[in-house]
């Protein structure tokens, strides 16, 4: 197996081995760009593949292998390539992607190492992978190698969604987990269901008419006549003389007779044992990442959005409401004061990344934005509460300066365009107080309407 190390208008640097280790590199004088692992065996190309993305100063490197593999292989690579020069291309589209997220260093801690490892690879998703040895039974490559010390992959692949930074995306399988350690390796098994014990025995019974008697059927077979043990009447006709009751099953720790067995299903790994309708189901299911994981991508709690872009001036969502607020009481109170909410919310980034590439909309997008923040006023501040879409609070402006406001930005739009006509488009909405205020309305109430106009 050759595991090359492409570096930028260098030679690459190639190492042959067996079984591919971090000490292969730990004492290496370079930083490479990107890395390219040639191998014919599979598990060998894996096993590379999980040392460099655990190996945390490249864990978000571009990792290239030279076969399509298996579905770890795919979990956990950004493609096939067939050649360094091919490699180090790929490598400079996820690079460039990095620049929004402050590079491809790691961030010392698990949630940005890996939303910064989707962010840089537009349309990638957590696939599920099943392994009956694995204690989850679905594993997720890509988190097993990036999770923290000490933290279980489940729990925060659940976290990361119920904070919506992932959302679930295709459903592979439903699995029932214990209830006190959520292992899904359960055994099921039928027991009686009057003492619960396992020793139960399927059997033929014998219900006699004369006496009532009900028992398994070999106590009524003497001399090779069927005879009731009890009342000793002989039993000829079924239906006249005795019949079959519908229990089938016997227990012998408590003789108790019964026609179905209970199933418990007990767990492996703790012993618990509950009835299966006690169990929690857990959905399988593909994940990928959210806008607000997009966003969170970019910095710590959209701390990314100061410090990524100089001089923007936007604000976080809480301080933007707050700052809404405050403008709407005033406005309450001095009907005189006037302020407008502008929203903007550019409607084709798919299709731009479709026609451009992911790198040059991305950029085109974030130049837009960027430039927008030079069209504000002193007091106006900013928030960007998705991807695509920008609020702007301008306190003292009536509609004309909204008009105005919006006018150039669609001029912008306009010059955004390139030689083959692909441009942004936008949409927008400006509401304008006190006239447009509603009675009780309040800041959330008003961004979500405003939010409602952009739809
Ligand atoms: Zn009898
Ligand atoms: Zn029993
Ligand atoms: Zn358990």
């Not at 696939?127 to 990036?146: G, I, M, N, T």
């Not at 992911?358 to 504000?376: A, D, G, N, P, T």
């Not at 304008?432 to 405003?450: I, M, T, V």
Request: glycine share 6%; proline share 5%; hydrophobic share 40%.
């Amino acid at each position: 197996m050759f595991v090359t190390l492409c570096q930028q208008d260098h030679r690459p640097s190639r190492i042959e081995t067996e079984r591919f280790d971090v000490a292969d590199i730990q004492d290496l004088a370079f930083d490479p760009l990107c890395i390219r692992i040639e191998g014919e065996d599979t598990e060998a190309v894996n096993h590379a593949l999980q040392t460099i993305r655990a190996h945390r100063p490249w864990s978000l490197k571009p990792v290239f292998t030279a076969m399509p593999g298996d579905e770890v292989t795919r979990a956990l690579h950004d493609g096939v390539c067939q050649s360094d020069q091919q490699a180090l291309a790929l490598a400079r589209d996820i690079e460039t992607l990095a620049q929004s997220v402050n590079g491809l260093e790691d961030a010392g801690h698990q949630d940005q190492r890996l939303l910064r490892f989707m962010f840089t690879r537009p349309g990638k998703q957590l696939q599920p992978v099943k392994d009956w040895r694995h204690a989850d039974v679905y594993s997720y490559p890509l988190l097993e190698c990036f999770v923290d010390p000490g933290e279980k992959t489940g729990e925060w692949r659940t976290r990361l969604l119920r904070r919506g930074l992932l959302q679930e995306h295709e459903l592979y399988d439903r699995l029932r987990l214990c209830g006190s350690c959520s292992s899904p390796h359960l055994n099921y098994v039928d027991v009686c269901p009057n003492c619960g014990d396992i020793h139960i025995e399927s059997k033929k019974f014998i219900h006699c008419f004369t006496c009532g008697h009900v028992a398994p059927q070999e106590a009524f077979t003497s001399d090779g006549i069927l005879a009731c043990p009890k009342c000793l009447s002989a039993l000829k006709h079924i239906g006249s003389d005795y019949d079959r009751p519908l229990e089938s099953f016997l227990c012998s720790a408590c003789e108790q007779r019964f026609a179905e067995p209970e199933v418990v299903a007990s767990c492996l790994q703790c012993g618990d044992t509950a009835k299966p309708d006690e169990l929690v189901v857990r959905p399988v299911a593909s994940c990928q990442l959210t806008e607000a994981g997009r966003l969170m991508a970019r910095g710590d709690d959209f701390m990314g959005l100061f410090y990524s872009v100089e001089n923007l001036k936007f604000q976080r969502p809480q301080v933007f409401l707050h700052m809404l607020d405050w403008q709407i009481s005033i406005t309450r109170r001095y009907p005189d004061n006037h302020f407008a909410l502008v929203g903007i919310r550019i409607t084709n980034a798919g299709q731009l990344a479709e026609a451009l590439g992911h790198v040059s909309s991305m950029k085109l997008v974030e130049l837009f934005i960027r430039l927008l923040s030079e069209y504000m006023r002193d007091a106006d501040i900013s928030m960007r509460d998705q991807e695509y879409r920008v609020w702007f609070l301008m306190p003292h402006a009536d509609a004309s300066d909204g008009e105005g406001f919006l006018a150039r930005v669609e001029r912008l739009c306009e010059q955004s365009a390139d030689a083959e006509g692909n441009r942004l488009q936008i949409q927008s909405c400006g509401l304008f107080a006190p006239a447009d205020l509603e009675d009780g309305e309040n800041a959330e109430l008003l961004l979500a309407r405003a939010g409602g106009l952009l739809q």
